[in-house]
């Protein structure tokens, strides 16, 4: 089992539907995670830190479920500007390993 | 503030060559990061630096490819005798520190489009 797994999509959606992207880890240890975006031959940026109690930011909520060990990214009322690649990334807490980072999910939304 | 700054943006190269790149991470971020990301494809670690300790060299894929970090800021990836699979996206990211909430999240440098002829 890869340490970081995420469907690579694509998810084509229309503007304004809602889409969810789940991503599971195989390390039951590790302390944190996140979601990351890339755009097109562009830097990965952070999108948001993902907390046990979930977290929102606006369009955007994040959930972990540690029992099942997966996170998954909600997004609301998608824009063309969500378009781009989410990466899940995770923290697997053994030391002096750095974070694990998972393929992306390409979003694709279209007008 | 200043983000994480890599030089040069693009480099392109003679097979056989070697190269030098260059990131200088956030001020104060005493962990350093470098990856590639190879064209549609996902990011993969090469090697990781945190403080004094000794470097995480695990995702170097030869023994062609080798990075230091001097004085605890600046780091140079050296690739050796350059080879057309090496062409990709080198990327540098920093962390304030590797572990705790809040402190672990990555900044990523623009890359560094290394290209190998």
């Given at each position: 089992?890869?340490?970081?797994?995420?469907?690579?999509?694509?998810?084509?959606?229309?503007?304004?539907?809602?889409?969810?992207?789940?991503?599971?880890?195989?390390?039951?240890?590790?302390?944190s995670?996140f979601?990351?975006?890339?755009?097109?031959r562009?830097?990965?940026?952070?999108?948001?830190?993902?907390?046990?109690?979930?977290?929102?930011?606006g369009?955007?909520?994040?959930?972990?479920?540690?029992a099942?060990q997966?996170?998954?990214?909600?997004?609301?009322?998608?824009?063309?500007?969500?378009?781009?690649?989410?990466?899940?990334?995770?923290?697997?807490?053994?030391?002096?390993?750095?974070?694990?980072?998972?393929?992306?999910?390409?979003?694709?939304?279209?007008? | 503030?200043?983000?994480?700054?890599?030089?040069?943006?693009?480099?392109?190269?003679?097979?056989?060559?070697?190269?030098?790149?260059?990131?200088?991470?956030i001020?104060?971020?005493?962990?350093?990061?470098?990856?590639?990301?190879?064209?549609?494809?996902?990011?993969?670690?090469?090697?990781?630096?945190?403080?004094?300790?000794?470097?995480?060299?695990?995702?170097?894929?030869?023994?062609?490819?080798?990075?230091?970090?001097?004085?605890?800021?600046?780091?140079?990836?050296?690739?050796?005798?350059?080879?057309?699979?090496?062409?990709?996206?080198?990327?540098?990211?920093?962390?304030?520190?590797?572990?705790?909430?809040?402190?672990?999240?990555?900044?990523?440098?623009?890359?560094?489009?290394?290209?190998?002829?």
């Open positions: 089992r890869k340490e970081v797994e995420q469907d690579p999509g694509p998810f084509n959606v229309p503007e304004g539907a809602t889409v969810a992207f789940n991503c599971t880890y195989s390390n039951s240890a590790s302390q995670f979601w990351y975006r890339q755009d097109c562009k830097e990965p940026k952070l999108l948001m830190s993902v907390y046990s109690s979930g977290n929102e930011d369009r955007f909520t994040a959930q972990l479920n540690r099942s997966y996170i998954s990214l909600l997004i609301r009322d998608s824009k063309l500007s969500d378009s781009a690649t989410y990466l899940c990334v995770v923290n697997p807490d053994r030391a002096g390993t750095a974070l694990i980072f998972g393929k992306g999910t390409t979003l694709s939304v279209s007008s | 503030g200043a983000g994480v700054s890599q030089s040069p943006s693009n480099k392109v190269t003679e097979k056989g060559k070697d190269v030098e790149l260059r990131c200088d991470p001020s104060g971020h005493t962990a350093l990061y470098w990856y590639r990301q190879s064209l549609g494809q996902g990011l993969e670690f090469l090697i990781y630096f945190q403080g004094n300790s000794a470097p995480d060299k695990s995702g170097l894929p030869s023994d062609r490819f080798s990075a230091e970090r001097t004085g605890g800021s600046v780091s140079t990836l050296t690739i050796q005798r350059t080879q057309q699979e090496d062409s990709a996206v080198y990327l540098c990211a920093s962390s304030l520190t590797h572990r705790g909430r809040g402190t672990d999240t990555q900044y990523f440098g623009p890359g560094t489009r290394l290209t190998v002829l």
